[in-house]
């Protein structure tokens, strides 16, 4: 037997090993040999397909042009690619299809032109491409219709492409963003750290949130600017790398979380409201001084003017001020209080106007402040005259402009209140002494108030001493039912320099050392000098105490802090001796 030649045996092997599935066809498109691939790629075994049409490996809808091209494909020897331009696809013994590419070659033998098909099972390769496909078009899908503005910026910090979402987000049209700095959509204050952050993100291939632990904004068109979380992120694409800046619009959730922290505040003012002693029951009195003060309250409630409220300690003003408000066409809304008096200068503008984040040492949180929480309510200022003066132009500003700054912040903020005021101190000599300013006080006195001693309206005493009674009688579960006339005119007799509360705090003590039906009042107390009596002992102490204040200041000639100041010789810090001398009203006229 003759053995095959060098060239026929290295054709003979590459044929049997090739990868790809090779067909062999005569003149008339018969199969006359295959290599052990086409079982592989087609299920037949060698002897099913010797002798059968190369149709069987088709599937129907190809099989009308196959001849055609099997005939081009012969009469030019030279080799090239079948369906160029056209998905081709193979058909298996179980009938299934799959995709291929084919190349057809001519070749003369001995026997004559055959016609080599060579197959190639492209499935994985087409998946791939599908696969792909998908993924650019669920990108773009992604990137198109995002609810967060989606950015790809270059190298460069240049924007090239956005999303719909920009448009609506910032305010620019795409055309008029392409091209342009990314720095462009950025506060002023951030924009010197931004290329920083954009090479940094850049380097590093993975989406990390900007600016971790800040509040981020962006900038609108109008330059305007709103919250925004924004998140950076390379991506690698067939142009190079770009950074695609992913930002979410966080309006809502701050009006949302502020709105929020607003309601819980105002729970937290209306529940301080119910529990403290004066809840606005009843005004108690018949007298013409009192009635007279009603008619104010009555005429002005239905207005929106400014309110000073005048009186000394203890003679009602914060019920007459709660009377303004819930005659008002303010009363759906919140009254919130503010004691001008009760907290440290400090907190003050604080708490009077917010503050930021971060604003100052232990601010870790944005704070709502009491202006703001009164929007399209009442303020009530209590004690205003005790109100630093450095903060008086504040709120002078507040109410003139109706807007204000929280503390550390940058953003004005609108607000519409109805300002109550009130105070036991004379504005008029402290405008004179400089230690209140005249145009605040003249915005104040708009509509003045002056409320009546207790001992200018005997007549309602008697009304007080009976309902202050009952009142207390009730929460100490005792049942009172008669006042002796001698008491009733003891109490009626006396000045009450305390007012209300001093008569309410007598009647209260009388009411525990009751053990029957008749009012047992501790009469002897209001004959006691001053030094004897329990109510007045306090405003002794703090009396002595202002003398010697007073004494020591002199004697260091005014001098408060230091190692010979009046701070140190008195055992105190500097800024509890402040506090002191501002709860006590001494002025530095008092002592220099």
């Not at 951030?190 to 590093?204: I, L, M, Q, T």
């Not at 903060?391 to 953003?411: D, H, S």
Request: hydrophobic share 40%.
């Amino acid at each position: 037997m003759p053995q095959p030649s060098q060239p026929q045996a290295l054709f003979e092997k590459l044929f049997e090993s090739s990868p790809d599935a090779i067909v062999v066809t005569d003149a008339n498109g018969r199969i006359t040999s295959v290599n052990g691939q086409v079982d592989k790629t087609f299920g037949y075994n060698r002897e099913e397909l010797i002798g059968q049409p190369i149709e069987i490996l088709v599937p129907e809808r190809f099989r009308q042009g196959h001849p055609e091209h099997r005939q081009a494909y012969k009469a030019h020897a030279s080799i090239r690619p079948m369906g160029a331009g056209l998905e081709l696809f193979g058909r298996r013994k179980d009938s299934s299809e799959f995709p291929v590419d084919i190349m057809l070659s001519p070749v003369e033998t001995a026997g004559g032109p055959v016609v080599l098909s060579v197959i190639r099972d492209i499935s994985d390769r087409k998946y791939a491409q599908e696969a792909i496909h998908r993924s650019e078009v669920l990108f773009r899908a992604l990137f198109e219709f995002s609810p967060d503005a989606i950015i790809a910026s270059d190298a460069e910090g240049r924007i090239t492409s956005v999303n719909a979402r920009v448009e609506s987000s910032f305010g620019y049209k795409r055309d008029e963003l392409l091209g342009q700095s990314v720095d462009i959509l950025v506060p002023e204050r951030f924009r010197r750290a931004h290329p920083d952050r954009r090479k940094e993100y850049g380097a590093k291939a993975s989406v990390r949130p900007m600016g971790a632990g800040l509040d981020l904004y962006g900038r609108r068109k109008d330059g305007s600017e709103f919250p925004a979380d924004i998140m950076l992120g390379p991506v690698e694409t067939a142009k190079g790398r770009v950074v695609l800046s992913v930002i979410r619009d966080l309006s809502e959730k701050r009006e949302a979380e502020e709105a929020l922290r607003r309601s819980e505040q105002e729970r937290r003012y209306l529940e301080e409201e119910l529990s403290t002693d004066s809840k606005f029951e009843e005004i108690i009195g018949e007298s013409v001084g009192l009635k007279r003060v009603l008619k104010h309250v009555e005429t002005v409630a239905a207005t929106d003017v400014t309110v000073l409220i005048l009186g000394e300690t203890g003679v009602g003003k914060d019920v007459i001020a709660r009377a303004i408000h819930y005659l008002s066409p303010r009363n759906q809304r919140t009254l919130v209080k503010l004691n001008c008096a009760a907290i440290p200068t400090g907190l003050l503008e604080s708490e009077l106007f917010g503050h930021e984040k971060g604003a100052f040492t232990g601010a870790i949180d944005r704070k709502i402040g009491r202006l703001e929480l009164a929007h399209k309510g009442t303020l009530f200022l209590d004690e205003i005259g005790d109100l630093p003066l450095e903060l008086q132009p504040k709120i002078l500003r507040a109410l003139q402009e109706k807007e204000f700054e929280r503390l550390g912040g940058t953003q004005t903020i609108p607000v519409n209140v109805r300002l109550v005021a009130a105070t036991n101190r004379d504005l008029t000599q402290m405008v004179a002494d400089r230690t209140f300013r005249s145009d605040l006080y003249y915005r104040l006195r708009v509509f003045p108030i002056l409320l009546p001693p207790l001992r200018e309206r005997r007549e309602d005493i008697p009304l007080l001493v009976r309902y202050f009674v009952d009142k207390h009688a009730r929460r100490l579960y005792k049942k009172i039912e008669t006042i002796e006339p001698a008491t009733m005119r003891a109490l009626t007799r006396w000045d009450w320099p305390g007012n209300i509360r001093e008569l309410e705090n007598f009647v209260e003590r009388a009411v525990i050392l009751t053990k029957g039906p008749v009012l047992r009042a501790p009469l002897a107390e209001l004959e006691m000098p001053d030094e004897a009596r329990p109510e007045l002992q306090d405003a002794t102490l703090e009396s002595k105490e202002r003398e010697h204040i007073l004494r020591v200041l002199r004697e260091t000639k005014g001098k408060i802090s230091g190692p010979h100041g009046a701070a140190a010789r008195l055992g105190l810090i500097r800024t509890t001796l402040n506090s002191k001398l501002k709860k006590l009203g001494i002025e530095r006229t008092d002592y220099i």
